[in-house]
Protein backbone atom coordinates (compact mmCIF):
# COMPACT_ATOMS: atom_id res chain seq x y z
CA UNK A 1 0.00 0.00 0.00
CA UNK A 2 1.33 3.18 -1.13
CA UNK A 3 1.41 5.79 2.00
CA UNK A 4 0.72 9.35 0.73
CA UNK A 5 0.02 11.46 4.20
CA UNK A 6 2.25 10.23 7.35
CA UNK A 7 2.47 12.23 10.29
CA UNK A 8 0.57 15.70 9.26
CA UNK A 9 -0.38 17.67 12.26
CA UNK A 10 -2.29 20.53 12.39
CA UNK A 11 -5.00 23.12 13.78
CA UNK A 12 -6.86 25.35 12.33
CA UNK A 13 -8.20 28.00 14.13
CA UNK A 14 -11.71 30.29 13.74
CA UNK A 15 -11.23 33.67 12.79
CA UNK A 16 -8.20 32.79 11.40
CA UNK A 17 -6.60 32.27 7.26
CA UNK A 18 -4.44 29.08 8.19
CA UNK A 19 -2.09 28.26 4.77
CA UNK A 20 -1.20 24.48 3.72
CA UNK A 21 1.50 24.80 1.48
CA UNK A 22 3.59 22.06 -0.36
CA UNK A 23 5.09 21.18 -3.75
CA UNK A 24 3.29 18.67 -6.02
CA UNK A 25 2.90 15.55 -4.87
CA UNK A 26 3.37 16.39 -1.17
CA UNK A 27 0.45 15.25 0.12
CA UNK A 28 -1.80 18.57 0.99
CA UNK A 29 -4.48 18.16 -1.41
CA UNK A 30 -5.00 14.63 -0.06
CA UNK A 31 -5.30 15.80 3.04
CA UNK A 32 -7.69 18.67 2.92
CA UNK A 33 -10.16 15.91 0.88
CA UNK A 34 -9.90 13.39 4.18
CA UNK A 35 -10.34 16.71 5.79
CA UNK A 36 -13.41 17.63 4.07
CA UNK A 37 -14.76 14.34 4.15
CA UNK A 38 -14.36 13.70 0.12
CA UNK A 39 -11.65 11.23 0.52
CA UNK A 40 -11.36 8.05 3.17
CA UNK A 41 -8.33 7.51 4.92
CA UNK A 42 -6.42 4.44 6.39
CA UNK A 43 -5.85 5.81 9.83
CA UNK A 44 -5.09 8.91 12.05
CA UNK A 45 -7.96 11.54 13.56
CA UNK A 46 -9.72 14.19 12.11
CA UNK A 47 -11.79 16.30 13.76
CA UNK A 48 -13.88 19.17 11.87
CA UNK A 49 -16.35 21.76 13.90
CA UNK A 50 -15.83 18.63 16.57
CA UNK A 51 -17.12 15.96 14.17
CA UNK A 52 -15.16 13.34 11.74
CA UNK A 53 -15.57 14.22 8.89
CA UNK A 54 -15.35 10.49 7.32
CA UNK A 55 -18.33 9.42 9.27
CA UNK A 56 -20.46 12.76 9.85
CA UNK A 57 -23.77 13.34 7.53
CA UNK A 58 -25.18 16.71 5.83
CA UNK A 59 -25.37 18.49 9.29
CA UNK A 60 -21.66 18.68 9.23
CA UNK A 61 -21.45 19.79 5.44
CA UNK A 62 -24.04 22.36 5.73
CA UNK A 63 -21.89 23.94 8.13
CA UNK A 64 -18.41 23.80 6.07
CA UNK A 65 -18.08 25.67 2.73
CA UNK A 66 -15.70 24.50 -0.14
CA UNK A 67 -14.18 26.09 -2.89
CA UNK A 68 -12.44 23.62 -5.56
CA UNK A 69 -10.24 25.01 -8.14
CA UNK A 70 -11.98 23.76 -10.96
CA UNK A 71 -15.15 25.14 -9.59
CA UNK A 72 -17.13 21.34 -10.04
CA UNK A 73 -19.89 23.72 -11.85
CA UNK A 74 -22.38 22.87 -13.85
CA UNK A 75 -21.38 24.06 -17.33
CA UNK A 76 -24.88 24.93 -18.39
CA UNK A 77 -25.92 26.40 -15.62
CA UNK A 78 -26.32 30.53 -15.42
CA UNK A 79 -24.62 31.93 -12.67
CA UNK A 80 -27.64 33.40 -10.76
CA UNK A 81 -30.38 30.23 -11.16
CA UNK A 82 -27.53 28.31 -9.62
CA UNK A 83 -27.17 30.60 -7.09
CA UNK A 84 -30.72 30.52 -5.93
CA UNK A 85 -30.87 26.64 -6.04
CA UNK A 86 -27.81 26.27 -3.60
CA UNK A 87 -29.01 28.44 -1.32
CA UNK A 88 -32.55 26.80 -1.34
CA UNK A 89 -30.49 23.60 0.16
CA UNK A 90 -29.45 25.27 3.38
CA UNK A 91 -31.85 26.29 6.25
CA UNK A 92 -29.86 30.00 6.76
CA UNK A 93 -28.27 30.85 3.17
CA UNK A 94 -26.56 33.96 2.63
CA UNK A 95 -28.50 36.61 0.53
CA UNK A 96 -27.30 35.79 -2.98
CA UNK A 97 -28.50 39.41 -4.21
CA UNK A 98 -25.39 40.08 -1.45
CA UNK A 99 -22.75 38.17 -2.96
CA UNK A 100 -24.16 38.53 -7.31
CA UNK A 101 -23.02 42.25 -5.85
CA UNK A 102 -20.19 42.28 -3.88
CA UNK A 103 -18.08 39.39 -6.34
CA UNK A 104 -19.24 41.16 -9.76
CA UNK A 105 -21.37 38.17 -10.87
CA UNK A 106 -24.03 40.56 -12.12
CA UNK A 107 -21.69 41.15 -15.13
CA UNK A 108 -21.81 38.15 -16.87
CA UNK A 109 -25.38 36.85 -15.52
CA UNK A 110 -26.47 35.90 -18.75
CA UNK A 111 -23.05 33.98 -20.03
CA UNK A 112 -23.48 29.98 -19.04
CA UNK A 113 -21.20 28.55 -16.78
CA UNK A 114 -19.04 26.62 -19.67
CA UNK A 115 -18.61 30.38 -21.39
CA UNK A 116 -17.28 31.68 -17.99
CA UNK A 117 -13.62 33.09 -18.05
CA UNK A 118 -11.14 31.79 -15.61
CA UNK A 119 -11.79 34.17 -13.28
CA UNK A 120 -15.15 34.24 -13.36
CA UNK A 121 -15.34 30.71 -12.65
CA UNK A 122 -13.54 31.58 -9.90
CA UNK A 123 -15.86 34.11 -8.22
CA UNK A 124 -19.04 31.84 -8.93
CA UNK A 125 -17.33 29.21 -7.52
CA UNK A 126 -16.22 31.20 -4.16
CA UNK A 127 -19.88 32.63 -4.42
CA UNK A 128 -20.99 28.66 -4.27
CA UNK A 129 -18.94 28.10 -1.16
CA UNK A 130 -20.27 31.13 0.63
CA UNK A 131 -23.71 31.22 -0.50
CA UNK A 132 -24.76 28.28 3.01
CA UNK A 133 -23.45 30.92 5.53
CA UNK A 134 -20.81 28.11 6.66
CA UNK A 135 -18.71 28.75 9.87
CA UNK A 136 -15.37 26.91 8.00
CA UNK A 137 -14.37 27.86 4.71
CA UNK A 138 -11.77 25.29 2.49
CA UNK A 139 -10.40 27.44 -0.64
CA UNK A 140 -8.03 25.71 -3.17
CA UNK A 141 -6.04 28.42 -5.15
CA UNK A 142 -8.89 31.13 -4.88
CA UNK A 143 -7.10 33.73 -7.16
CA UNK A 144 -6.15 31.53 -9.70
CA UNK A 145 -7.51 33.39 -13.26
CA UNK A 146 -8.03 36.39 -11.11
CA UNK A 147 -7.50 39.78 -12.74
CA UNK A 148 -6.11 42.12 -10.42
CA UNK A 149 -9.35 44.14 -9.46
CA UNK A 150 -11.12 40.94 -8.66
CA UNK A 151 -7.87 39.25 -6.96
CA UNK A 152 -7.97 42.39 -4.29
CA UNK A 153 -12.13 42.36 -3.58
CA UNK A 154 -11.76 38.31 -3.33
CA UNK A 155 -9.22 39.44 -0.92
CA UNK A 156 -10.83 41.90 1.58
CA UNK A 157 -13.95 39.36 1.38
CA UNK A 158 -11.65 36.76 3.00
CA UNK A 159 -10.18 39.04 5.15
CA UNK A 160 -13.45 40.09 6.22
CA UNK A 161 -14.97 36.94 6.63
CA UNK A 162 -11.66 36.27 8.76
CA UNK A 163 -12.19 39.01 10.99
CA UNK A 164 -15.97 37.66 11.12
CA UNK A 165 -14.87 34.91 13.25
CA UNK A 166 -14.43 32.31 10.05
CA UNK A 167 -11.79 29.46 10.08
CA UNK A 168 -10.60 29.62 6.23
CA UNK A 169 -8.25 26.90 5.46
CA UNK A 170 -6.38 27.79 2.34
CA UNK A 171 -4.26 25.92 -0.32
CA UNK A 172 -2.14 27.25 -2.97
CA UNK A 173 0.96 27.16 -5.09
CA UNK A 174 1.08 31.72 -5.11
CA UNK A 175 3.69 32.22 -1.67
CA UNK A 176 2.40 36.23 -2.26
CA UNK A 177 -1.36 34.98 -1.75
CA UNK A 178 -0.17 32.93 1.55
CA UNK A 179 2.30 35.62 2.57
CA UNK A 180 0.08 38.36 2.43
CA UNK A 181 -3.56 35.98 3.45
CA UNK A 182 -2.34 33.71 6.22
CA UNK A 183 -1.95 34.14 9.84
CA UNK A 184 -0.55 30.47 10.41
CA UNK A 185 1.09 28.34 7.64
CA UNK A 186 2.07 24.59 7.52
CA UNK A 187 4.68 23.54 5.04
CA UNK A 188 4.56 19.44 3.93
CA UNK A 189 6.24 17.55 2.45
CA UNK A 190 6.47 13.91 1.61
CA UNK A 191 3.51 13.57 3.58
CA UNK A 192 4.77 15.01 6.96
CA UNK A 193 4.98 18.90 8.30
CA UNK A 194 8.29 20.03 7.43
CA UNK A 195 7.56 23.59 8.95
CA UNK A 196 4.78 25.53 10.40
CA UNK A 197 4.57 29.26 12.16
CA UNK A 198 2.89 32.38 11.63
CA UNK A 199 4.32 34.47 8.61
CA UNK A 200 6.95 36.39 10.18
CA UNK A 201 7.87 33.48 11.94
CA UNK A 202 8.46 31.23 9.11
CA UNK A 203 10.47 34.41 7.75
CA UNK A 204 12.97 34.49 10.40
CA UNK A 205 13.60 30.88 9.72
CA UNK A 206 17.01 30.15 9.19
CA UNK A 207 18.36 28.70 5.67
CA UNK A 208 19.35 25.21 6.01
CA UNK A 209 22.92 26.54 4.76
CA UNK A 210 23.57 28.85 7.33
CA UNK A 211 25.65 31.76 6.50
CA UNK A 212 25.90 34.02 9.58
CA UNK A 213 24.88 36.88 7.44
CA UNK A 214 21.43 38.18 6.48
CA UNK A 215 21.06 37.68 2.79
CA UNK A 216 18.97 40.96 1.05
CA UNK A 217 17.22 41.11 -2.24
CA UNK A 218 17.50 45.03 -3.87
CA UNK A 219 15.56 45.48 -7.09
CA UNK A 220 15.48 48.68 -9.47
CA UNK A 221 14.93 49.88 -12.82
CA UNK A 222 16.87 52.21 -14.53
CA UNK A 223 18.46 52.60 -18.12
CA UNK A 224 19.95 49.24 -19.63
CA UNK A 225 23.27 48.16 -19.67
CA UNK A 226 24.65 49.31 -16.73
CA UNK A 227 28.24 48.06 -15.80
CA UNK A 228 28.11 47.49 -12.38
CA UNK A 229 31.25 45.41 -12.37
CA UNK A 230 33.39 46.21 -8.76
CA UNK A 231 30.79 48.90 -7.52
CA UNK A 232 29.14 45.91 -4.66
CA UNK A 233 31.31 43.33 -3.44
CA UNK A 234 31.52 39.90 -4.52
CA UNK A 235 29.57 38.18 -2.16
CA UNK A 236 26.21 40.21 -3.77
CA UNK A 237 25.71 39.08 -6.92
CA UNK A 238 24.33 41.34 -9.19
CA UNK A 239 22.50 40.93 -12.89
CA UNK A 240 20.06 42.73 -15.18
CA UNK A 241 17.32 39.90 -15.34
CA UNK A 242 16.23 41.96 -18.35
CA UNK A 243 16.81 45.22 -19.84
CA UNK A 244 16.57 47.88 -17.69
CA UNK A 245 15.76 45.46 -14.29
CA UNK A 246 18.70 44.82 -12.15
CA UNK A 247 18.74 42.48 -9.23
CA UNK A 248 21.71 42.76 -6.37
CA UNK A 249 21.53 39.75 -3.87
CA UNK A 250 23.40 38.97 -0.78
CA UNK A 251 24.48 40.35 2.44
CA UNK A 252 23.79 44.12 1.67
CA UNK A 253 25.00 46.41 4.62
CA UNK A 254 23.91 50.11 4.32
CA UNK A 255 27.84 50.55 3.38
CA UNK A 256 26.66 48.56 0.11
CA UNK A 257 23.90 50.70 -0.70
CA UNK A 258 25.98 53.64 -0.12
CA UNK A 259 28.38 52.64 -2.61
CA UNK A 260 25.63 52.21 -5.25
CA UNK A 261 23.78 55.68 -4.52
CA UNK A 262 27.04 57.38 -5.37
CA UNK A 263 28.40 55.39 -8.38
CA UNK A 264 24.37 56.37 -9.79
CA UNK A 265 25.12 59.80 -9.06
CA UNK A 266 28.44 59.64 -10.63
CA UNK A 267 27.33 58.44 -13.29
CA UNK A 268 24.15 60.40 -13.35
CA UNK A 269 21.84 57.18 -13.49
CA UNK A 270 18.23 57.88 -11.43
CA UNK A 271 16.39 54.73 -11.21
CA UNK A 272 12.21 54.67 -11.72
CA UNK A 273 12.25 52.32 -9.00
CA UNK A 274 13.45 50.65 -6.26
CA UNK A 275 12.77 48.05 -3.21
CA UNK A 276 14.79 46.34 -0.62
CA UNK A 277 13.48 42.95 1.12
CA UNK A 278 14.80 40.48 3.19
CA UNK A 279 13.43 36.51 2.70
CA UNK A 280 10.03 35.80 1.35
CA UNK A 281 7.59 33.00 1.85
CA UNK A 282 8.79 31.56 -1.32
CA UNK A 283 12.47 31.47 0.00
CA UNK A 284 11.45 29.79 3.11
CA UNK A 285 9.29 27.63 1.26
CA UNK A 286 12.07 26.38 -1.58
CA UNK A 287 14.29 25.96 1.48
CA UNK A 288 12.60 23.30 3.68
CA UNK A 289 10.96 21.81 0.17
CA UNK A 290 14.35 22.01 -2.14
CA UNK A 291 14.09 23.34 -5.81
CA UNK A 292 13.80 20.05 -7.39
CA UNK A 293 10.57 19.68 -9.68
CA UNK A 294 8.50 17.34 -8.91
Not at 215 to 236: D, H, K, Q, S, Y
Request: aromatic residues 4%; negative net charge.
Amino acid sequence: MLRVVSGVSLIAERGQVTALLGANGAGKTTTIECAQGLQSRSGGTISLLGQDPGRSGADLRSRVGLMLQDGGLPPSARPIPLLRHIAGMYARPRSVDELVERLGIDSFARTSVRRLSGGQKQRLALAAALIGNPEVLFLDEPSAGLDPQSRQLVFELIAELRDAGMGIILTTHLMDDAQRLADYVYIIDAGRNVAEGTVAQLLQRKPAVESGEHIRTLLFEAEAGLNLTGVLPETITVSETRAGSYVANGPLTPQDLAALTTWWAAHGVMPTSLSLAARSLEDVFLDVSGKEIR
